[in-house]
């Protein structure tokens, strides 16, 4: 079967994990991934949190499937050169060096224009113009910067991180998005064009409920889904930190299950959604509050929601969050088991999806990944492990036009 972006040639001048989540991506969907890598160490992810001494690390591999590597050294004269010919062979240039280094090295995007005025050049950075956009920027510094720390954790503990990679990972499938807007307008403007995301954007756009919330609590000055609220506590200026309280419209909390007290994941996301209140109450064995006016409504439910989820939690603690789960679906009511990554990994029917994959690797054995959350019907994804460093050098060069003799001299001089 084709796939969706066969015949789409990526340079892919990305490292760490914001760029390769994004041309990850789009190997998956079948465009033609080329790594470009400094000989030597390459992404520098290969090494970092090894648990296999010499071997590819799983943060790379996890991030660089269905890619081809080929190393190259862009700042030598020769590198140059072969550089301006996967410009000119090339439909998407992607990168995520830190600002103006690709500038330094002498590909502006004049320049790349130049060369290739179909080349769409896509870029991630920490932050958009202004005072920032000169740093250098990780995962937690844009998940600090763009909303999400501030609002994430308990009022009375510091601000909270979450491992959801949202800054990295956040901003690859933004960027992805737009190379592929841009490729098809492409196919009616005949241009190529940028494509920037800014990571600080990328977590506010994720974090867009909380500035939704900011604008209420400025008109009104309270936020009654907010624990703060049943605890009578005073509202700040600024959104706090919510705990566990849900995002949304219907109240929602962590509640402990059977075995808590030993277990750290003996925990299940419990949801008193308005329609099916009168079957929460009856499972929990309440049915008063079915017509009580202090519970009958979600509105005069909303200062007692405290009260409310530690009489369901009481309900909660007898039985395991699978249990919980099971009962819980009987009557339609929205509930989420805390999973541990090892539940998740060992899940037969997230393999059975391909949510989660095993793959094979020369140097590594077999490993587990997270396969492609995007199903197209017409462009399966197969995940294929991820290049070893400058496994493709030769053959791209070759493809490129390059001869045996070029190819040896290039390697001679250091440019690959
Ligand atoms: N040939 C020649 N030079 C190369 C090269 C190649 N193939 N690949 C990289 N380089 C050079 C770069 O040109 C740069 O040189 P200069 O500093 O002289 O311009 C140098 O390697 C270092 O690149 P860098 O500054 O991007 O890397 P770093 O490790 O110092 O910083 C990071 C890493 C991620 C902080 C920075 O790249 C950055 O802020 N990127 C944008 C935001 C981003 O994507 N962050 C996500 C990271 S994941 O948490």
Redesign the pocket.
């Known amino acids: 079967m084709s796939k969706a972006l066969e015949g789409i040639r990526i340079l892919d001048f990305t490292h760490?994990?914001?760029?390769p989540t994004c041309t990850q991506l789009l190997a998956w969907f079948g465009a033609d991934v080329i790594k470009?890598?400094?000989a030597g160490e390459g992404d520098?992810t290969r090494a970092q949190l090894r648990d296999i001494p010499g071997v590819d690390s799983l943060y790379f591999t996890m991030l660089n499937h269905n890619k081809r590597s080929i190393t190259?050294?862009?700042?030598r004269p020769a590198?140059k050169e072969v550089l301006e010919t996967l410009i000119r062979d090339c439909d998407v240039l992607v990168e995520?060096?830190?600002p103006g280094?690709l500038d330094?090295?002498g590909f502006s995007w004049e320049r790349i224009q130049a060369l290739n005025p179909r080349m769409v050049v896509a870029s991630?950075?920490?932050f958009g113009p202004g005072p920032y956009e000169h740093c250098?920027?990780?995962?937690n510094v844009a998940q600090c910067t763009g909303g999400a720390a501030s609002t994430t954790g308990f009022s009375d503990g510091p601000p909270v991180v979450t491992g959801a990679q949202i800054g990295?990972s956040g901003s690859g499938l933004h960027l992805a998005l737009g190379i592929v807007t841009a490729l098809f307008q492409r196919t009616t403007s005949g241009r190529g064009q940028r494509v920037q995301t800014a990571?600080q954007d990328a977590v506010l756009n994720l974090c867009r409920v909380k500035l939704r919330d900011q604008q209420r609590l400025e008109r009104t000055g309270v936020m009654e889904e907010y624990p703060q609220f049943g605890m009578g506590e005073e509202f700040g200026s600024a959104v706090p930190r919510a705990g566990n309280a849900s995002g949304g419209g219907q109240p929602g909390s962590i509640l402990r299950c059977k075995g808590w007290e030993t277990d750290p994941n003996a925990y299940i996301y419990f949801i008193a959604q308005a329609a099916v209140w009168p079957a929460i109450c009856q499972v929990i064995g309440h049915e008063g509050w079915i017509t009580h006016p202090d519970f009958a409504t979600p509105r005069a439910r909303l200062p007692h929601l405290i009260d409310v989820f530690s009489r369901i939690e009481e309900w909660t603690r007898l039985h395991t969050k699978f249990e919980v789960m099971a009962i819980l679906n009987q009557h339609d009511i929205p509930c989420g088991p805390i999973l541990s990554m090892k539940e998740i990994a060992d899940d037969p029917s997230l393999r059975a999806t391909g949510a989660i994959v095993e793959v094979a690797h020369p140097e590594r054995g077999s490993y587990l990944t997270v396969g492609n959350p995007i199903k197209l019907s017409d462009s399966p994804t197969d995940v294929r492990r991820s290049p070893l460093l400058g496994e493709h050098t030769e053959e791209v060069l070759g493809q490129l036009g390059y001869s045996a003799e070029q190819i040896a001299a290039l390697r001679a001089e250091r440019a690959i």
Request: no cysteine.
């Open positions: 760490v994990q914001s760029g470009v890598e400094r520098a190259l050294d862009a700042k590198g995520n060096f830190a280094a330094r090295m991630v950075k920490g250098k920027v990780y995962e990295d990571m």
